[in-house]
């Protein structure tokens, strides 16, 4: 392809993008309480904020977590490292079949073509690994794998082919029936593998985003009979009330100092879920002025604190009415 | 016509150059991968994340394989790696851990017990293992993209909602679009997406002309494509430009690795992005071997349909097409050069 033609796509491909960022709304065609700001404007400013922070001493690395709080912060931290076994078996495959692919591939054309796609991986997972490392999780590393696993897959399979060319004969079926075995039993049950009901559930970040029956019909209960009343709990179940139903709902958030829940100030229901005591809920805590996202157990005492009455009881999860809202 | 014809055929060129150089490259990457991925497993030590638990010890560990496979014979080139006679034994357990799989989800009302992971498994395994003992591409693909298909199936129908949190709002967003015959719901709610709306569009169409739910309709136009497409594109890409059995573990790999899985299941702007994604990298690629215009005409087209899904996938395909024609410059005057 003769390079003018590339610079003219790549041109058009930039252009195209930041014609449409600069005409979207971020807040939508006509917002009315929420400043009209197009896309890229809102995300300049978004990085803008995020580079003060990192300069910045308050940094989630000095938070303290609380002896008696079992949770731990949301994000890679939550995890344990057979959550990952699988994914960092398939890079390891990945760079074998670059590394030796660079020098064994025989045609010229699939020769420049891992030295594009190799270069490509290491350009990704750069990306990914680096933004993160360095603060940005602003880069969103999660959105890229979908397409990094692409160009990924194509390196990872030269490492199978590279590592099953080692044995001969019939043992060839069974070292490809093993390399199989292993990776897909590492990959089945994580929680990007299984995220209905994460299988390998030690880790405090294997959510599960499928509701029980019991808490499908709680939730049915609280939009039928909840008016305006604002909804509390935690992380995924205000999720379900608010964009599938539409009703106002906020994250449980737990302040450490005073062992309090925050909420507006007056009548809310609290939905307590027996989930929240799983190990897997997600919160909001707030300890020595510093507030982050956490995944683990709400201590029951929180849940109960302050006047409050119970008013629906599947036996497994509970609606609490809290008249002041907060405790 | 011929002139047309003529236009769009690939360019020979031989290689030379740095090209010649690759065997050292490949010893000198897997030594730093060794140095890099030591380094980083005594960063565990200062800082205890799980991904710094594994990834550097992976590195390592590639790094270390990588140079004895360097310094052993080269192989003989594989023909077939699993023998044909296994092929009815293989089918037989095929069917029956596929059969298994459905029998034991719906006979535990849409459940996933151990049972259904244990027949999944096989059915992904000897799915693999038909594909290595056949030649025939579609005996290739059929068995590991139908598993991928009934696997994404019993995650996704296990509850009574659409799993995750921004796929809610996506497919509630996409009936109400459906419903309202407009893009209101998207402006009302203040959204992002209201000139971005590819997939509530897409969602919506599909639920109106099928007369099913949004739910059901992502399902069909969007997780059943994302196991589809992007294996069928590696598996193709791989077939033409390395082998057939490296094009099998391709497919299998992506249909297997649990962010695909996640993403596909998690029907939303994201995952349709990834689909044009694949496509727009697939024909990047093709370009950049050829003079034909219709594929850069093709790459810019698919990526306009990115544009229209999804922000953020947006950027990252633009960065990789960068990456992409970059890099294919970069190794053309190479190849010019010498």
Redesign the interface.
Known sequence: ???R??????A???I??LA??L??????????D?PDID?FSFLVLTVVQTLRGLTSIDSQSSFTIPDYISATPSG??S???P??????????????G???W????ET??????T??LF??AV??FS?V?GGPLGGFGII?P??????V???G??L???????????STG?W??VA??LI??M???S???????????P?YDDANGAVR?????SE?TLVQHIVQYSGETTVIGDG?IT??VE??YKRPALTIQYLADSESITGPREPTLLIDRQYLQSGHAQFILTNNDQTIPMTGSIPENVVNCGPNSVVYDSGDDMIRHRPDGWC | MASEHRQCQKPTRELGGMFQRLPSISVLLSVLAIVVGAGGSIGYLFLSNPYIAVYPPALFIAGCLSLYLLNTNKPSKIESLVPKSYRPYLIAAFALSFVGTSIAYLGASYDRSLLVYGFTILAYVSGLLIALANSRPFIQIAPILSTGVLHRFTVFYGGPLVLGNDSIWHTRIAGEVAVSGSLAPLALEESKYFLTSFYHILVATGSMIMDISPRHTSFLVITVPFVIIPALIIYSFIRRVYTPITAVFGMFLFVTVDVSVFWSVLPQATTLGAIFGSLTIICAFRSMRSDCITLQVLTVGFFGAIVFTHHASAFIIAFLITAAYGLSAVTERRVSVT
């Not at chain 1, 999660?142 to 397409?147: D, K, V």
């Open positions: 392809m003769k390079q033609q590339g610079l003219l796509v790549v058009t491909v930039w195209t993008l449409h960022w005409t979207i709304g971020y807040f939508g065609p006509s917002p009315t929420r896309l890679s931290a995890l344990t490292p959550h990952l076994l699988g994914n960092a078996g398939l890079f390891a495959l990945l760079c074998l670059g590394f030796v660079l020098s064994r591939a010229p054309l699939s020769k420049r073509l030295i594009i270069s490509m350009i990704s990306v690994f969103y999660l959105r890229w794998l979908p397409f696993y692409v160009i897959s194509i990872a399979a030269l490492g199978v082919t590279v590592l099953v060319q080692q019939s060839r079926t490809v029936a199989a075995v990776l897909v039993t990959m089945i049950g994580t929680n990007y593998g299984s995220p209905d009901d299988l985003y499928e509701l029980t029956d499908f995924h999720v379900v964009r599938q």
